[in-house]
Protein backbone atom coordinates (compact mmCIF):
# COMPACT_ATOMS: atom_id res chain seq x y z
CA UNK A 1 0.00 0.00 0.00
CA UNK A 2 1.24 3.27 -1.14
CA UNK A 3 1.10 6.07 1.23
CA UNK A 4 2.74 9.72 1.06
CA UNK A 5 2.38 12.43 4.10
CA UNK A 6 3.59 16.08 3.40
CA UNK A 7 5.13 17.59 6.48
CA UNK A 8 6.33 21.27 7.22
CA UNK A 9 5.57 24.52 8.95
CA UNK A 10 2.57 26.24 8.67
CA UNK A 11 3.72 29.83 8.84
CA UNK A 12 6.96 31.41 7.25
CA UNK A 13 7.67 34.96 6.94
CA UNK A 14 7.78 36.57 3.37
CA UNK A 15 11.48 35.88 1.74
CA UNK A 16 12.12 33.21 4.24
CA UNK A 17 13.12 29.71 2.49
CA UNK A 18 9.68 27.32 2.86
CA UNK A 19 11.06 23.32 3.56
CA UNK A 20 8.46 21.03 3.37
CA UNK A 21 9.20 17.45 3.61
CA UNK A 22 7.58 14.38 1.97
CA UNK A 23 7.45 11.14 3.94
CA UNK A 24 6.15 7.97 1.98
CA UNK A 25 5.68 4.30 1.76
CA UNK A 26 5.09 1.07 -0.22
CA UNK A 27 7.19 2.22 -2.81
CA UNK A 28 11.16 2.33 -3.56
CA UNK A 29 12.43 5.74 -5.25
CA UNK A 30 15.04 3.70 -6.24
CA UNK A 31 13.12 1.66 -8.84
CA UNK A 32 13.21 2.73 -11.87
CA UNK A 33 10.74 4.88 -13.58
CA UNK A 34 9.29 5.98 -10.44
CA UNK A 35 9.25 9.74 -9.34
CA UNK A 36 7.79 11.64 -6.85
CA UNK A 37 6.14 15.41 -7.77
CA UNK A 38 5.08 18.26 -5.89
CA UNK A 39 1.99 20.08 -6.79
CA UNK A 40 0.85 23.31 -4.38
CA UNK A 41 -3.05 24.97 -4.67
CA UNK A 42 -3.42 28.71 -3.40
CA UNK A 43 -6.78 28.72 -2.03
CA UNK A 44 -9.78 28.44 -3.63
CA UNK A 45 -7.31 27.77 -6.81
CA UNK A 46 -6.60 25.37 -9.20
CA UNK A 47 -3.82 22.81 -8.97
CA UNK A 48 -0.29 23.80 -9.91
CA UNK A 49 2.76 21.60 -10.76
CA UNK A 50 6.04 22.57 -9.16
CA UNK A 51 8.27 19.79 -9.88
CA UNK A 52 9.33 15.99 -9.59
CA UNK A 53 12.31 13.67 -8.71
CA UNK A 54 13.19 10.55 -10.60
CA UNK A 55 14.29 7.87 -9.15
CA UNK A 56 17.75 8.81 -10.90
CA UNK A 57 18.01 12.05 -8.95
CA UNK A 58 16.75 13.94 -12.45
CA UNK A 59 14.84 16.58 -11.74
CA UNK A 60 12.08 18.61 -12.98
CA UNK A 61 10.74 22.35 -12.46
CA UNK A 62 8.40 24.32 -13.27
CA UNK A 63 9.06 26.76 -15.51
CA UNK A 64 7.72 29.68 -13.81
CA UNK A 65 9.20 28.68 -10.26
CA UNK A 66 11.98 26.94 -10.89
CA UNK A 67 14.47 29.67 -9.86
CA UNK A 68 13.11 29.32 -6.18
CA UNK A 69 12.78 25.05 -6.46
CA UNK A 70 14.46 22.67 -4.97
CA UNK A 71 13.81 18.95 -5.03
CA UNK A 72 15.89 16.36 -2.75
CA UNK A 73 15.57 12.84 -2.27
CA UNK A 74 16.77 10.75 0.91
CA UNK A 75 16.29 7.25 -0.65
CA UNK A 76 17.68 5.82 3.04
CA UNK A 77 14.82 8.21 4.71
CA UNK A 78 12.44 7.38 2.31
CA UNK A 79 11.77 11.09 2.15
CA UNK A 80 11.76 13.78 -0.52
CA UNK A 81 12.45 17.30 0.08
CA UNK A 82 11.20 20.66 -1.32
CA UNK A 83 12.79 23.55 -0.86
CA UNK A 84 11.20 27.02 -1.97
CA UNK A 85 13.10 30.36 -1.55
CA UNK A 86 12.21 34.13 -0.89
CA UNK A 87 9.04 33.00 -0.06
CA UNK A 88 5.86 35.55 -1.04
CA UNK A 89 2.49 35.92 0.20
CA UNK A 90 1.83 34.51 -3.13
CA UNK A 91 3.35 31.02 -1.58
CA UNK A 92 0.06 30.51 0.52
CA UNK A 93 -1.89 27.22 -0.13
CA UNK A 94 -1.92 23.64 0.24
CA UNK A 95 1.13 21.56 -0.93
CA UNK A 96 0.88 18.27 -2.25
CA UNK A 97 3.32 15.41 -3.23
CA UNK A 98 2.39 12.10 -5.44
CA UNK A 99 3.89 9.25 -6.65
CA UNK A 100 4.67 8.85 -10.38
CA UNK A 101 4.19 5.23 -11.50
CA UNK A 102 6.52 3.96 -13.71
CA UNK A 103 6.13 4.59 -16.88
CA UNK A 104 3.36 6.40 -16.81
CA UNK A 105 3.05 10.18 -16.99
CA UNK A 106 0.25 10.37 -14.16
CA UNK A 107 0.24 10.96 -10.40
CA UNK A 108 -1.47 7.75 -8.47
CA UNK A 109 -0.94 8.17 -5.29
CA UNK A 110 -1.16 11.85 -3.30
CA UNK A 111 -0.67 12.90 0.18
CA UNK A 112 -3.45 14.66 2.11
CA UNK A 113 -1.58 18.09 2.12
CA UNK A 114 -0.18 20.50 4.05
CA UNK A 115 -1.18 24.28 4.51
CA UNK A 116 1.37 26.90 4.34
CA UNK A 117 0.35 30.74 4.90
CA UNK A 118 2.83 33.16 3.73
CA UNK A 119 2.53 36.19 6.25
CA UNK A 120 4.76 38.29 8.14
CA UNK B 1 3.39 27.78 -18.04
CA UNK B 2 0.20 27.92 -19.49
CA UNK B 3 -2.34 25.87 -17.99
CA UNK B 4 -4.46 23.32 -19.86
CA UNK B 5 -8.00 24.92 -20.85
CA UNK B 6 -11.43 24.02 -19.03
CA UNK B 7 -14.58 24.81 -18.56
CA UNK B 8 -14.82 26.84 -15.01
CA UNK B 9 -18.11 24.76 -14.32
CA UNK B 10 -20.50 22.62 -15.41
CA UNK B 11 -24.05 21.31 -13.62
CA UNK B 12 -26.08 18.69 -15.18
CA UNK B 13 -28.85 16.21 -12.87
CA UNK B 14 -28.63 12.99 -11.22
CA UNK B 15 -28.68 9.88 -13.84
CA UNK B 16 -27.85 12.32 -16.95
CA UNK B 17 -24.30 12.44 -18.57
CA UNK B 18 -22.25 15.48 -18.76
CA UNK B 19 -19.10 16.04 -20.59
CA UNK B 20 -15.73 18.16 -19.30
CA UNK B 21 -13.44 19.41 -21.77
CA UNK B 22 -9.87 20.39 -21.32
CA UNK B 23 -8.28 22.22 -24.29
CA UNK B 24 -4.08 22.14 -24.94
CA UNK B 25 -1.68 22.40 -27.72
CA UNK B 26 0.23 20.17 -29.93
CA UNK B 27 3.03 20.52 -27.24
CA UNK B 28 0.41 18.75 -25.06
CA UNK B 29 -2.73 17.26 -25.16
CA UNK B 30 -2.29 17.04 -28.89
CA UNK B 31 0.99 15.74 -29.09
CA UNK B 32 1.04 12.82 -26.57
CA UNK B 33 -1.25 10.65 -25.22
CA UNK B 34 -0.02 11.23 -21.57
CA UNK B 35 -3.62 13.08 -20.52
CA UNK B 36 -5.05 12.42 -17.13
CA UNK B 37 -8.12 13.51 -15.20
CA UNK B 38 -8.49 13.92 -10.89
CA UNK B 39 -11.20 14.41 -9.15
CA UNK B 40 -11.01 16.86 -5.86
CA UNK B 41 -13.67 17.13 -2.94
CA UNK B 42 -13.41 19.85 -0.72
CA UNK B 43 -10.59 19.80 1.06
CA UNK B 44 -9.57 16.81 -0.18
CA UNK B 45 -6.62 15.31 -2.15
CA UNK B 46 -7.11 15.04 -5.62
CA UNK B 47 -7.67 10.77 -6.62
CA UNK B 48 -6.59 9.76 -9.87
CA UNK B 49 -10.01 8.83 -12.48
CA UNK B 50 -8.03 8.38 -15.73
CA UNK B 51 -4.84 8.01 -16.83
CA UNK B 52 -3.19 7.70 -20.63
CA UNK B 53 -6.22 9.35 -22.27
CA UNK B 54 -8.30 6.39 -22.15
CA UNK B 55 -7.51 4.04 -18.84
CA UNK B 56 -9.34 3.53 -15.61
CA UNK B 57 -7.62 2.76 -12.15
CA UNK B 58 -8.55 -0.05 -10.46
CA UNK B 59 -11.39 1.10 -8.20
CA UNK B 60 -12.42 3.97 -10.44
CA UNK B 61 -16.18 3.55 -11.23
CA UNK B 62 -16.79 2.45 -14.85
CA UNK B 63 -19.40 5.45 -15.23
CA UNK B 64 -16.15 7.58 -15.77
CA UNK B 65 -14.57 7.16 -19.29
CA UNK B 66 -12.72 9.62 -21.41
CA UNK B 67 -11.35 10.36 -24.58
CA UNK B 68 -9.35 12.59 -27.15
CA UNK B 69 -9.73 14.52 -30.63
CA UNK B 70 -6.86 16.78 -31.74
CA UNK B 71 -6.02 19.00 -29.11
CA UNK B 72 -9.23 18.85 -26.62
CA UNK B 73 -9.22 15.75 -23.99
CA UNK B 74 -12.74 14.99 -22.67
CA UNK B 75 -13.97 13.19 -19.35
CA UNK B 76 -17.64 11.93 -20.12
CA UNK B 77 -19.57 10.84 -16.35
CA UNK B 78 -22.93 9.10 -17.46
CA UNK B 79 -25.41 8.16 -14.43
CA UNK B 80 -24.25 11.45 -12.31
CA UNK B 81 -24.64 10.68 -8.62
CA UNK B 82 -24.46 13.28 -6.03
CA UNK B 83 -21.20 12.04 -5.37
CA UNK B 84 -19.26 12.74 -8.18
CA UNK B 85 -20.23 16.79 -7.58
CA UNK B 86 -16.25 17.77 -7.20
CA UNK B 87 -13.67 19.77 -9.20
CA UNK B 88 -11.93 17.65 -11.86
CA UNK B 89 -8.90 18.62 -13.21
CA UNK B 90 -6.84 17.62 -16.13
CA UNK B 91 -3.16 17.19 -16.86
CA UNK B 92 -0.63 16.36 -19.78
CA UNK B 93 2.89 15.48 -20.03
CA UNK B 94 3.81 19.10 -22.10
CA UNK B 95 7.31 20.24 -23.98
CA UNK B 96 6.33 23.39 -23.49
CA UNK B 97 7.25 23.92 -19.85
CA UNK B 98 10.83 22.58 -18.00
CA UNK B 99 8.78 20.55 -15.49
CA UNK B 100 7.15 18.60 -18.75
CA UNK B 101 3.79 18.65 -16.92
CA UNK B 102 1.03 21.01 -16.97
CA UNK B 103 -2.40 21.12 -15.25
CA UNK B 104 -5.95 21.88 -16.45
CA UNK B 105 -7.56 25.03 -14.38
CA UNK B 106 -10.28 23.12 -13.26
CA UNK B 107 -14.11 22.42 -13.60
CA UNK B 108 -16.67 22.43 -10.76
CA UNK B 109 -18.87 20.00 -11.21
CA UNK B 110 -22.31 20.17 -9.58
CA UNK B 111 -24.94 17.89 -9.45
CA UNK B 112 -28.40 19.71 -9.33
Known amino acids: QITLKESGPTLVKPTQTLTLTCTFS??????????VGWIRQPPGKALEWLGIIYWNGDNRYSTSLKSRLTITMDTSKNQVVLTVTNVDPLDTGTYFC????????????WGQGTLVTVSS | QSALTQPASVSEYPGQSITISCTGT?????????VSWYQQHPGKAPKLMIYDVTKRPSGVSNRFSASKSGNTASLTISGLQAEDEADYYCSSYTISDTSNWVFGGGTKLTVL
Open chain 1, 26 to 35: GFSLTTTGVG
Open chain 2, 26 to 34: ASDVGGYNY
Open chain 1, 98 to 109: AHRPAPYYTLDY
